[in-house]
């Protein structure tokens, strides 16, 4: 299964007032109204960090997508990772070597189609 990385719902961004509740939701349905046009899966990543990104997911875009009938995993599970392999302190770089210049980043859940 090929994987699209260019959907973002721009959730990080809430808590420091760079983008609106109302622009997280309008971003899921601009990508939610593309899903019958795609031809690869896709992940959304909902992040964690703050109140705020939780109440949206967890209020809205998960009962959302759950309505959808759209599968909810981790990241690692949509790629075929082990959990090991997820963060950089529990990776042992033997069969999933970290990039050079890698960053940080906080996903708890991804949400895909795998139409």
């Known amino acids: ?14 808590h420091s007032g760079a983008t609106t509740v109302q622009q997280v939701l309008s971003n899921w ?3 939610m109204n593309n899903v019958s046009t795609r031809d690869s ?8 960090l703050f109140q705020q990104t939780v ?6 875009i998960l ?3 759950m309505a959808r009938g759209l599968t909810i995993e ?5 790629l075929k990772k082990s959990i090991a392999d997820t963060y950089v302190e529990t990776n042992d770089n033997t069969t999933n070597p970290v990039p050079t210049g890698f960053g940080a980043s906080v996903a708890s859940m991804s949400i895909y189609d795998t139409h």
């Open 1 to 14: 299964m090929r994987f699209d990385a260019d959907v973002s719902l721009s959730d990080f961004d809430i």
């Open 74 to 78: 981790p990241v690692y599970a949509c």
């Open 63 to 65: 009962p959302d997508a």
């Open 55 to 60: 109440e949206v997911a967890t209020g809205y």
């Open 29 to 31: 349905m601009g990508i």
């Open 41 to 48: 899966g896709f992940i959304v990543l909902e992040h964690d």
